[in-house]
């Protein structure tokens, strides 16, 4: 979702339709904007090593029939993501049962905002200058990496890393005629 959102402060606006041309010049004229991207995380895919005999590089693992969810914030489960002794690796030339993708277990949702302020000043009749303040990820909300999938690595169910930036902020001045 994204939204524009024109301040109302300055001449011809609500609040200080009759301020003078110095204070229209510092409070007239803003933009508030902002953008929002909310997503549910893509299904997680357990592996094992191949013990098929075939020459296949992996090989679906063996589910004990009940479901690996858990529940509770992702910071809480950094090191458990999902519950990893319901998976196992498949007996030597035995294909595991699990399927390829699980749809109940999933990485880490996309919950971001950019936000921005801009606000244009008259420099001639057809040049003005652009001000803008823009913060990406302004809340610094964080987005988990995917959990180590393997059954057989020791950091099986581990999530090690952060797949989004941190809150950046920039500003800048653009001159457009």
Known sequence: MSYVYELPFGRGRKFGSGSSHVVNAVLGGWQFNGFVSLQNGTPLAISASNTSGLFAANTLPNNSGTSGKLTGPVTDRLNAYFDRAVFSQPRAFEFGNLASRLP??????????????FKDFPVTERARIQFRAEFLNAFNTPRFGSPNTSVT???FGVIASQANA???IQFGLKVLW
């Open 153 to 155: 690595s020791s950091a």
């Open 166 to 168: 941190p809150r950046q």
């Open 104 to 117: 109940d277990i999933r990485n880490d949702g996309v919950r971001n905002f950019d936000l921005s302020l």
